[in-house]
């Protein structure tokens, strides 16, 4: 068969509101043209986020009934604890709410002023707690990351010889840690090689510079090289997954993404004397070491779900309905970046919208028009999330998709909204901020359209 069909069947529903243009047209203006300020029960499809939105499966519920809530050392935590040895082979595992706990507990030990800490690409929350600790995040993604066009299958890569340059630059003992992200979402949901992450620990090893991933989506960027990656395709993606994690000496993870779960993290290490100080602030701010800010019933979810999204039937679907979109928005001429990735469609919004500069935020236009148009909720990933003294290097607007949650009819909504927005681009205005917080801006500022 031809058709690849979602692999499960729906026990629940949960009913979408319908809103006419007129109703969506007062929501936004009232949200000051910031979707993140609009209520999720004005909003249609919800492509804001694939972070935290998955449908759990019935296994994953009934291990929300089992979930042992003992203080210390619950049933739930030794089998959190050993799904995840098994997964990434890592001795110490950290449970923490959700991956930017990690990501704050990771750099307020190894950051802090002087320090430049290198990625292919550093996500929103992971450059902010770098430079909430007084180091620099540097990006060193390859160049074809930052071409749309470009069909390069690991646009992920992070750039070796710009590694090398930058640690001969400012000294090894000032790169206290150089991380990848895998798939690398600020860059496209990009997959990285397996080639390039062995790459890449070997420049780390010779300087002794520990290498982490931030590993959120690990199981969509290990199915990623088994299709892409030549010597791969037969082996599984679990097989694949663990040599990600074996490449490394660490990693931060979101289990909003692919442990299928709607929160929770956690940090891995294999260094004995980092996790012991890890352990004190996990203490210390998030909860005791064996349940890290969680309920028993969060680890039960989680472990359910790392095992789950390992299955490469869930797998197949996954990146086939990501496809699916990329592939009918390319046919209708919509530049979008190539090839699809792993968790979204990333529109070009600079292509979309040429009559609109960076300074008017071409990607927050284009989410406003999508809302207006059908009800779809977007995010934009470029000069509005990323502005600053520089412009980003590209105007995007995430498509993320819900893991599970949502059946190619509303796929082909999505399609059919977004040709419909294209074909009346030329309308589309621009926006200017008239009110912004100091950090991560995106999530509170204000618009007026220009
Ligand atoms: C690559 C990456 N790293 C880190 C995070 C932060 O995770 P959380 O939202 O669970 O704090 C995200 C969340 O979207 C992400 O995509």
């Not at 936004?28 to 804001?48: G, H, R, S, T, W």
């Not at 992971?126 to 470009?150: F, W, Y």
């Not at 779809?376 to 990323?386: D, H, K, L, N, Y």
């Amino acid at each position: 068969m031809r058709t690849i069909i979602e692999p499960f069947k729906i026990k629940m529903v949960e009913p979408i509101k319908l809103t006419s243009r007129a109703e969506r047209e007062a929501i936004l203006q009232k949200a000051a043209f910031n979707v993140f300020q609009i209520p999720a029960e004005e909003v249609m499809i919800d492509l804001l986020t694939d972070s935290g939105t998955a449908a759990m499966s019935a296994e994953q519920w009934a291990g929300m009934i089992r979930g042992d809530e003992s203080y210390a050392g619950a049933r739930s935590w030794f089998r959190f604890e050993a799904v995840l040895r098994d997964l990434t082979g890592m001795s110490h595992i950290l449970p923490t709410h959700q991956g930017r706990a990690s990501e704050r507990i990771l750099f307020e030990l190894i950051g802090g002023p002087g320090k430049v800490i290198p990625s292919n690409n550093h996500f929103d929350t992971t450059r902010a707690n770098i430079e909430h600790s007084g180091a620099k995040a540097v990006d060193l993604v390859i160049a074809e990351g930052t071409e749309p066009k470009s069909r390069h299958p690991f646009k992920g890569n992070l750039d070796v010889a710009k590694l090398e340059r930058l640690i001969g630059e400012v000294g090894a003992d000032k790169v206290p840690v150089c991380m990848i992200t895998v798939t690398n979402n600020s860059g496209g949901g990009q997959p990285v090689s397996l080639a390039n992450l062995r790459a890449v620990r070997a420049v780390c090893q010779r300087h002794r510079i520990p290498f982490f991933l931030d590993a959120c989506r690990f199981a969509e960027n290990a199915y990623l090289i088994k299709q892409r990656e030549p010597g791969q395709a037969d082996r599984s993606a679990k097989q694949i997954a663990r040599e990600m994690f074996d490449l490394a000496d660490g990693a931060t993870i979101s289990a909003k993404k692919d442990g299928l779960v709607n929160i929770g993290g956690v940090l891995l290490m294999r260094d004995d004397a980092l996790a012991a100080k890890a352990n004190n602030l996990l203490i210390l701010t998030e909860g005791f070491i064996t349940y890290g800010g969680l309920a028993g019933r969060d680890l039960e979810a989680m472990a359910q779900g790392f095992t789950e999204v390992l299955d490469e039937h869930y797998l197949e679907y996954r990146i086939r309905s990501v496809a699916y979109l990329g592939e009918h928005l390319l046919q209708a001429a919509i530049q979008i970046v190539e090839p699809p990735g792993g968790h979204a469609i990333y529109l070009d919004a600079a292509a979309f919208c040429p009559h609109i500069p960076p300074a008017q935020f071409p990607g927050q236009a284009l989410v406003c028009a999508l809302y207006r148009q059908a009800g779809i909720r977007a995010v934009e990933i470029g000069s509005v999330m990323f502005g600053g003294a520089a412009a980003p290097p590209m105007e995007l607007v995430r498509l993320a998709i819900p893991r599970r949650v949502y059946t190619q009819s509303h796929i082909d909504y999505v399609i059919e909204a977004a040709i419909e927005v294209y074909q009346k681009r030329s309308s589309l205005r621009g926006l200017r901020i008239v009110e912004e917080p100091p950090a991560l801006r995106h999530f509170t500022a204000k618009f007026a359209e220009v």
